[in-house]
């Protein structure tokens, strides 16, 4: 599925075991599931390896709570010669209603890597 936020990249539920002391789902949790997303998508750019090399920036706009399903948008927002940055939107689908709820935002930098782990150029 692709909207203006991009294709969706993940869905998932997060579990019990991820709840932090305030009964949200802890914010690393959701660092990761972007991280992951965005790391699809930037291997499919880069044509293979791919690593995480900045968050530019991350807003967290609402909590994710037990029982939402999260879905993870992802999509280039730019490209240099070895990296690209994602714009990562994370959605909570929320309750019987299916409530839809925005959670957090991000943009994330990630550099290809050629079979030395060094930075290589994208391919055109």
Do not use: C
Not at 38 to 50: D, F, H, L, M, S
């Amino acid at each position: 599925m692709t909207d203006e936020r991009g294709e969706v990249v993940l869905r998932v539920v997060p579990h019990i075991t991820d709840i932090n002391a305030n009964g949200h789902i802890f914010g690393g949790w959701v660092l990761s599931q972007m991280d992951i997303a965005g790391g699809i998508v930037a291997t499919r750019i880069a044509q293979g390896p791919v690593a995480t090399v900045a968050i530019e920036s991350m807003t967290f706009i609402a909590p994710i709570l037990l029982g939402d399903i999260v879905s993870v948008y992802a999509q280039e927002e730019r490209r240099g010669r070895t990296s690209v940055a994602i714009r990562i939107d994370v959605i909570a689908t929320r309750g019987r209603q299916g409530m839809k709820v925005e959670l957090t935002s991000g943009l994330f930098t990630f550099v290809a890597l050629d079979g030395n782990h060094r930075p290589r150029p994208l391919p055109a």
